[in-house]
């Protein structure tokens, strides 16, 4: 059976390994800054440096988002459950199973998927404060609240 710890671990190792991708983009463009010499074509060297200050730019929004989501994985409870649907909740429906977390896509093991998702998402502001036996309608279906672990 999955435990909710799996899943918390699952949404960690997502942020974390995206924030060492960004990590490692952003100091290869610090390469490519640095490296780049003048060359006798001055305007192309100039619009090329500044393509790679966007760049950096973009990565630094990246950056400061991977560790806005790594912040509130950090106050995600690990076990227990809820009564009530809120953050850190995985929550059974009679369409599939979602853990309310960070956006950190689908989760399979043992022939069972959870998707990870964020509060933010259309589906978890519906989910948020129902209680087993709740229905929500999203894309014009009825969904069931079944369990919350």
Not at 2 to 10: M, Q, R, V, W
Not at 15 to 38: F, G, M, P, W
Not at 96 to 124: D, N, Q, R
Request: proline content about 1%; glycine content about 6%.
């Amino acid at each position: 059976m999955i435990e909710k710890e799996e899943l918390h671990k699952f949404c960690l190792t997502f942020v974390t390994e995206r924030i060492s991708r960004i990590y490692k983009n952003i100091e290869d463009i610090q390469t490519s800054l640095s490296s780049e010499t003048k060359s006798s074509a001055g305007d192309k060297h100039e619009t090329g440096r500044a393509m790679l200050q966007l760049e950096r730019e973009k990565l630094g929004q990246q950056l400061a988002e991977a560790e806005k989501m790594k912040q509130t994985l950090s106050k995600v409870p690990k076990e227990g459950s809820n009564k009530i649907v809120g953050l850190g909740s995985w929550v059974i429906t009679s369409k599939a199973e979602y853990f309310l977390a960070i956006s950190a896509g689908e989760f399979k093991a043992m022939g069972k998927s959870v998707y990870c998702i964020s509060a933010a998402t259309p589906i978890a502001k519906l989910l948020f404060a129902k209680e087993v036996g709740d229905t929500v309608s999203f894309n014009s279906q009825e969904i069931q609240v079944v369990e919350i672990r």
